[in-house]
């Protein structure tokens, strides 16, 4: 019997092997990323997509930067809600030209992911968006507001990164899954907003991590799975040693050690495990971390970190 399964696209989804964001380069990327989903769907799987957008909101942050004389720069969120629309319209004409038994039925929800106004990472901005710029360039973003850090390449801008709550539009993720839609949502992570004290919500400059995202609207969805595509077919313990070892099959209990110790890399392997971590701790079935071109085989439970909360079925 099919599950419900999230999958939580990477950014090589999106792009060429090299990065490459051009139009006809991320067309391209997400035409072949939706083979392998159209492929769960035939197996009759009922799936949740949600995706990255590094490189579209940083195209659309130099756009601001270039163009900032002649029209008026837009915030971070903006950028954030426009990458949902113009991806979500890729992967829906992609996914229903893509091979399949019968016709599919694709939405996108422009989705709010609500985060704590008094979240730590508001005070300390470390997340890098955008291109590097040199020193001069930067100062004068500085005397807009903005926050920059020195790179080895560069300056570059750095936002806050807090933890999402709670995805605002679930439901309406869900009113769309009953009537037979397979959904888009979060893309990004989320439009970040907060709620004032008088209830209203406004949109902040931040970027919300996608996984951890995806862990939240896995739950909301009723998920059962949890699938982190990435670039790699699983996990690995001391990454780049010579003691280095692949992940597989993994309780909560032994991979949340393995996190604690800091043994994956809080700006790359670290954000999906700890997203696969909390999805499995807060009720989810099982999470999956692995390559796009291995989720099939991974749900079959044959490759992959496959987190469970006791011995894998």
Same mark, same amino acid.
């Given at each position: 019997m099919g599950k419900r399964v999230l999958i939580a696209l990477g950014g090589n989804a999106m792009t060429t092997s090299d990065g490459s964001a051009a139009p006809a380069d991320q067309w391209h990327a997400v035409r072949r990323a939706m083979t392998h989903v159209a492929a769960l769907m035939s197996a009759g799987h009922q799936v949740v997509l949600t995706h990255g957008n590094g490189p579209q909101v940083g195209n659309l942050i130099?756009?601001?930067?270039?163009? *900032?004389?002649?029209? $008026? %720069?837009? $915030?971070? !969120?903006?950028? =954030?809600?426009?990458?949902q629309g113009t991806i979500g319209n890729l992967i829906m004409n992609a996914l229903e030209q893509a091979p399949a038994p019968e016709p599919v039925r694709v939405a996108t929800v422009v989705t709010r992911t609500l985060v704590d106004a008094d979240d730590p990472a508001f005070q300390r901005p470390t997340k890098p968006i955008g291109r590097y710029f040199d020193e001069d360039e930067a100062r004068r973003f500085e005397e807009q507001g903005q926050t920059w850090r020195r790179f080895e390449r +560069?300056?570059?801008?750095?936002?806050?990164? $807090?933890?999402?709550?709670?995805?605002?539009?679930? %439901?309406?993720?869900?009113?769309?899954?009953?009537? #037979?839609?397979?959904? =888009? *949502?979060? +893309? #990004?992570? +989320? =439009? $970040?907003?907060?709620? !004032? %004290?008088? #209830?209203?919500?406004? +949109?902040?400059?931040?970027v919300i991590d996608k996984d951890l995202a995806a862990a939240v609207l896995a739950r909301a969805v009723r998920a059962t799975d949890l699938v982190i595509a990435t670039d790699v077919p699983h996990a690995v313990v001391g990454f780049g040693g010579p003691d280095a070892k692949p992940v597989e099959a993994v309780t909560v209990r032994e991979l949340r050690e393995s996190q604690d110790a800091g043994y994956f890399a809080s700006g790359s392997m670290g954000p999906k495990v700890e997203a696969a971590l909390r999805f499995v701790e807060q009720g989810g079935e099982r999470a999956v971390i692995t390559s796009l071109e291995h989720i099939g085989e991974a749900l079959s439970g044959n490759i992959g970190t496959r987190v469970s909360r006791g011995v894998e079925e």
């Open positions: 130099l756009k601001n930067q270039l163009a *900032a004389h002649t029209v $008026p %720069p837009v $915030p971070l !969120d903006w950028c =954030v809600a426009q990458t +560069g300056w570059r801008r750095v936002v806050a990164s $807090p933890d999402p709550v709670e995805v605002l539009d679930a %439901p309406a993720a869900i009113a769309l899954m009953e009537m #037979g839609y397979t959904v =888009v *949502a979060a +893309g #990004g992570g +989320g =439009v $970040p907003v907060v709620r !004032d %004290p008088d #209830g209203t919500l406004r +949109g902040v400059e931040a």
